[in-house]
């Protein structure tokens, strides 16, 4: 069993490491997605920050072949620009419509969520999730032919409040529209983090620190 683990890792090829988009702005708490009807599509952001002027943003990255090369930028353009503020949640649903989600900037706390239906090339204005001040929020998609939530693309996030519970909503429309946000649990605890996937019978599974 030792031989035939050693012999699987020594046949794994990795590539050269290289920053994707390089510029002078710090890039922190990245996260990347596939599309799921096109593996060579893939979309990846991260905290775009800058300390002296300060500013915070979502960088939006994107790879049509596979992550051989890379275009994009440290500002995700939809509007208002001033008031993003950073920790982005990123899916791309079965349309191949890319969703982004972001925090708000004071004095606008919140989530509030962008859409592209151009592979991240132009961004929707923000659609409204919530006001309540929150932790990040993480984002999945569904995109399992036999769910019978095909389609349908959810965010989850810890709200800054007592009892600190874990949120979620859904979209059924590629970020559209957004259902009213519920709550998951009520801890006993202060939750923290949070994380969702989606199994292949279209069930949501969610996780949290406690």
């Known amino acids: ?47 775009t920050v800058s300390f002296l002027p300060f500013f915070i943003s979502e960088g939006v990255y994107i790879s049509l072949d596979g992550g051989n090369s890379w275009s994009g930028s440290d500002t995700c353009q939809g509007l208002p620009l001033e008031f993003h503020g950073g920790d982005p949640g990123i899916a791309i649903d079965r349309d191949g419509t890319f969703i982004l989600t972001r925090l708000g900037r004071s004095p606008f706390s919140g989530l509030y969520a962008h859409r592209s239906t151009d592979n991240g090339l132009s961004w929707s204005g923000q659609y409204t999730i919530t006001t309540d001040d929150l932790e990040r929020a993480s984002v999945a998609t569904d995109a399992n032919p036999a769910s019978s939530h095909l389609g349908r693309s959810y965010a989850v996030w810890v709200r800054f409040s007592p009892p600190y519970p874990l949120f979620f909503t859904f979209t059924d429309d590629g970020g559209l529209n957004w259902s009213v946000p519920a709550q998951v649990n009520q801890p006993p605890q202060r939750c923290a983090g949070g994380d969702a996937a989606v199994g292949p019978d279209g069930r949501i599974h969610a996780v949290w620190a406690g």
């Open 1 to 47: 069993m030792a031989q035939s683990i050693q012999s699987q890792s020594e046949a794994i090829q990795v590539g050269t490491n290289y920053r994707i988009y390089p510029s002078n702005v710090t890039q922190t708490e990245v996260f990347i997605t596939v599309h799921p009807q096109d593996p060579d599509i893939l979309f990846a952001s991260a905290n």
